[in-house]
């Protein structure tokens, strides 16, 4: 992506929003679906997986 952090940050923002399982359930079955844990801000993470930030994906991951 070559948006700005900020701009990207805010698009990501509009784009959000609460969903059902259902609409859950074929990302989950193609295992493209990532559980945000509840402390960290869900938008701040969908922008470092955007901009391919592998430092603070890993960071967040179980394990790391």
Do not use: C, H
């Not at 509009?14 to 969903?19: H, K, L, Q, S, V």
Request: charged share 15%.
């Amino acid at each position: 992506m070559t948006e700005q952090p900020s701009t990207l940050y805010a698009k990501l923002l509009g784009e959000t929003a609460a969903i059902t399982w259902q609409e859950l359930q074929p990302f989950f079955a193609r295992g493209a679906l990532l559980l945000v844990d509840g402390t960290q801000d869900l938008i701040e993470v969908a922008q470092a997986v955007a901009l391919n930030d592998q430092e603070k994906v890993a960071a967040w991951l179980p394990g790391s």
